[in-house]
């Protein structure tokens, strides 16, 4: 029986050399090491590679899709060739272990010993982060050849998911940096984004899911394969470390499973461990990198919020080589920091090696620990489902502020009036104090506090096409989502057929909730009173309120006829188009309008907005489209309805108050290396069917703008501040003219204070409209409008300052504003939005330009608690602050807009803020 055994080893051992043998080295493939000085692979010879690799039987190498650009997205699968002839029954394994539905807990452990460790390791996502390609290339090839007993047992025991997560990115890198025929100079200052529109956001996308690229991606994690741990690969490492990597620091998210977060803690040891075996200092985690793990919407961040072990590492190395500097501070050894680097020069095949390292660990604890990584996944998706089947409260900062407050008042009223009138300042409670439990048990009684047992989405809320957009996002993240096939009533209120129910009973309740309720950051600050931490992205991003859906959150159990869409099926709405009588109405409400009435207008279709709803229907909102009757409008119609749901109705006779619209010429600002912001816009544009064209700053130099556009936009980042001369940022340094191709030159330079403004000044002038965004509101300053900041206060020798950071702070979060959409500028808003604010502009404006009309404000902070999710320290002193105005510049307008309006394209419900001002009034 063992000789048997021992020839039977012999055979495979000798047949996997002779494969490996077959199989081509980089070298020999690319004509250098993977990790040699100034050498960078470009995408389709890596593609090449990859082909010539999956003839090994150790792998299977899987087409994800096409990426913006249209390039093979690749995965690359590797596992013993046993597991391979098995790997459908192994998938299987991982989505009922992921699910945890109809599994005992038998079952799961069962299921835990026969399957085998899921793992993803990604490489390139961020393009210009060279080690992340390059690793995977090299670990690939380590698997493929490699025969050594741990290799052995990891490809025995683990399905690896090799991911290359930005196709377009590596080849427009790699061809850039190669370009240069003396290695000295070559570079990665490439001139645009390495995702075709988002750039680094496209590690901002992963819960909204808006470009190729994350939709494939978000499939193979959330409806195909259910990796148990996810490995995104980053650069750099902070100044004087070789990499940062889990675990994170504070905040968590509260409604992670604990199981999720002491898992990161182990993983991170393990890559340490393995490190420090090796002899590879300078690793630092916690408190010595700023990543924590609080937000959604980064590759491994939204795994968390799936009960996926998401890790990240930012690691130093580029094949030019560089030196890890002296940060003295860097070399005490402390918890974050066990085994400081010193200073001393840095060679790419290092973080190569490191990277493999790090890979290897990562992999040796999913096999190591591989039936408790497996049962783990089970074990949160069954708590999360039991969870959502009782009476739940998340421990959050509102439920403690709610459990001290309670305390505060009883105490106030114990030591009567003489305390004074503030009922909830702030009569402390010390970290170490105790207080009669009974406070807790009274705040169990505010179901405001109690988690929700699911949602529903109503059909018959105006902009339902966008609420489908929602549910696809949810159903792309491999949410559980029902639709009613009949009306049905729920706590004596009546929903229609057609309304989707999303129960918080699942899986991935985690991401569920994240995406219905308001985040609930705490106040994180260095120490008491002083500066405030930095969120490492947003902290508050609830999807179903930017996108400015509409939903009812059940606080108990509730059921009807509900029909179970199966995972990943993707929902769409029909149009019915109504006989058209005199004409149709597109309502104004629904953002999908635009994209009609563009085509309308593409097609030389008349078009008009009722300005006036007097004598108009009910249904028919303010600024609504009315398009006459006519057979190239119902072609239009027809055709665009076919892929885009539409709220249509027929009118019998023109109504009274309307107004002709014409296409406008439309110029987008961007700059060399471009502009995530512009990037965004000018992807929402397309995919809202506006005509633009893209404008840098030397054609804006140049003038004679008015005979060319109608609307320019400035998003955040274009116009500098009036204390500077410059405006953009990011996209690098820029390089002289003579040391780029000729094709990129003229988008060099900025924005500037002296020669542009003037043109923008004289655009307005003559009748253009300019719509600004975030910072780039900073021309209202420029153009010495009658408005003032509101954020700032008098300093003691009477002199405005802006409001210090330790009194007011709001990172990305969403805020409730007024908007008045009477006027043309925010036709179809609601009179109440959730605005995505990120330390944005606010505004006072001058009562008397206000009066004269010369100045209209569009939206305002109407309370002093205008924070719906996310963080807003003082944000009282919003209060009345003007966040959107239009301005009369001559023959021509400004719009400024303070908050995010377009924001990552996940704003839907403040989408409108632009779109109206992207047509001409005739
Ligand atoms: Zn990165």
Not at 56 to 75: A, F, I, N, P
Not at 105 to 125: F, N, R, S
Request: hydrophobic share 35%.
């Amino acid at each position: 029986m063992i000789r048997t055994t021992c020839i039977l080893l012999l055979v495979f051992i000798q047949f996997t050399v002779i494969q490996a043998q077959s199989l081509p080295s980089p070298k020999e493939h690319f004509g250098f090491n993977i990790g040699d000085d100034y050498q960078l692979a470009n995408y389709t010879q890596t593609e090449a590679y990859f082909k010539k690799l999956a003839a090994s039987d150790r792998v299977q190498m899987v087409d994800m899709g096409l990426t913006e650009e249209g390039r093979h997205q690749w995965m690359m699968i590797v596992s013993s060739p046993e597991n391979l002839k098995n790997l459908n029954r192994y998938k299987e394994i991982a989505q009922k272990l992921a699910h945890a539905e109809d599994v005992s807990d038998e079952q799961a452990h069962a299921l835990a010993t026969e399957g085998k460790a899921v793992v993803w390791i990604d490489g390139g996502l961020h393009a210009t982060e060279v080690v992340g390609t390059h690793q995977l290339i090299e670990t690939v090839w380590q698997f493929v050849s490699r025969t050594d007993p741990e290799t052995m047992r990891i490809l025995n025991n683990a399905i690896i998911l090799f991911v290359h997560a930005n196709p377009d990115g590596q080849e427009l890198v790699s061809n850039w940096y190669m370009q240069e025929k003396d290695v000295k100079k070559r570079n990665t200052n490439i001139p645009r984004l390495y995702e075709k529109y988002i750039g680094h956001d496209n590690n901002r996308d992963f819960f909204m899911m808006n470009v190729k690229e994350t939709q494939n991606i978000s499939r193979q994690q959330y409806l195909e394969w259910f990796p148990q741990i996810i490995y995104n690969h980053h650069q750099p490492g902070p100044p004087g470390s070789v990499l940062s990597g889990p675990p994170y620091r504070d905040p968590f998210n509260y409604v992670y499973d604990p199981l999720l977060v002491t898992t990161l803690d182990a993983v991170g040891a393990e890559m340490q461990n393995r490190l420090n075996r090796e002899n590879k200092p300078g690793y630092t985690s916690r408190s010595g990198s700023s990543y924590s793990t609080w937000w959604n919407g980064g590759l491994r961040t939204t795994g968390y919020f799936h009960n996926m072990v998401g890790l990240l590492t930012e690691i130093i190395g580029n094949p030019t080589p560089s030196k890890i500097p002296l940060i003295p501070a860097r070399l005490i050894p402390n918890l974050s920091t066990p085994n400081p680097v010193i200073p001393q020069e840095w060679h790419f095949r290092q973080s190569i090696d490191y990277s493999v390292s790090l890979n290897y660990a990562v992999l040796n604890y999913a096999i190591n620990q591989k039936e408790e990584l497996l049962y783990g996944i089970y074990k949160m998706g069954k708590n999360s489902i039991e969870n959502g089947s009782k009476n739940r409260w998340i421990l959050s900062p509102k439920m403690i502020d709610s459990i001290n407050n309670m305390y505060r008042i009883d105490q106030l009223a114990r030591s009567g009036a003489r305390m004074g009138a503030s009922q909830t300042g702030d009569a402390r409670i010390g970290a170490s104090d105790t207080i009669p439990a009974k406070y807790f048990d009274s705040v169990l009684k505010d179901p405001k506090l109690r988690d929700a047992r699911g949602y529903i989405i109503p059909s018959d809320q105006v902009d339902f096409a966008t609420a489908v957009k929602f549910i696809n996002a949810l159903i792309r993240s491999g949410i559980l989502v029902h639709k009613a096939t009949s009306d049905f009533s729920v706590s004596g209120k009546k929903y229609p057929a057609g309304s989707y129910i999303v129960k918080t009973a699942q899986a991935f309740r985690p991401h569920v909730m994240d995406m219905f309720e308001p985040q609930d950051h705490p106040n994180d600050f260095l120490y008491p009173g002083g500066p405030p931490i930095r969120p490492y992205d947003a902290a508050g991003w609830t999807l179903a309120y930017s996108m400015g859906v509409q939903f009812d959150r059940l606080l108990d159990d509730f059921s009807g006829p509900f029909e179970r869409i199966p995972y990943g099926e993707l929902q769409s709405v029909k149009t019915n188009i109504p006989k058209p009588g005199e004409g149709y109405v597109l309502n104004a409400q629904s953002n999908n309008s635009y994209i009609a009435v563009n085509e309308l207008l593409k097609a030389d279709v008349e078009v008009y907005r009722i300005s006036n709803n007097v004598g108009s229907r009910i249904e028919i909102s303010k600024g609504s489209f009315f398009i006459p009757s006519s057979s190239k409008a119902k072609e239009v119609i027809e055709k665009t309805a076919g892929s885009n749901a539409l709220n249509i109705i027929s009118i019998e006779h023109k109504p009274s108050g309307v107004e002709k619209i014409a296409p406008a010429r439309i110029a987008l600002w961007d700059q060399y290396g471009g502009s995530m912001s512009s990037g965004w816009v000018r992807w929402l544009m397309e995919q809202y069917h506006f005509p633009f064209q893209v404008i840098y700053s030397k054609e804006i130099d140049a003038g004679n703008l008015r005979k060319k556009y109608d609307v320019l936009v400035f998003v955040s980042g274009a116009i500098p501040s009036v204390t500077r001369s410059e405006g953009g940022f990011g996209g690098g340094r820029q390089p002289k003219a003579e040391d780029i191709p000729v094709e990129y030159r003229e988008r060099l330079g900025r924005i500037s204070a002296d020669t542009s403004i003037a043109q923008l000044k004289k655009f307005l002038d003559e009748g253009g409209s300019i719509v600004t965004i975030g910072s780039s509101t900073n021309l209202a300053y420029h153009l010495k409008l009658p408005v003032r900041n509101a954020l700032v206060e008098m300093n003691a020798n009477s002199q405005e300052r802006s409001l210090p950071s330790e009194k007011f702070y709001i990172p990305g979060s969403l805020l409730t504003a007024k908007i008045d959409s009477t006027q043309a500028a925010a036709y179809g808003m609601r009179s109440e939005t959730d605005v995505y604010f990120d330390g944005s502009p606010v505004f006072k404006l001058a009562p008397e330009a206000v009066v004269s009309g010369a100045i209209k404000p569009i939206a305002w902070f109407a309370t002093d608690k205008p924070l719906h999710s996310g963080w807003a320290w003082g944000q009282a002193y919003l209060k009345d602050g003007v966040s959107a105005f239009v301005a009369s510049v001559g023959k021509g307008k400004l719009y400024a807009f303070g908050p995010e309006i377009t924001f990552r394209g996940q704003s839907h419900g403040t989408f409108k803020l632009l779109f109206n001002q992207l047509y001409q009034f005739k």
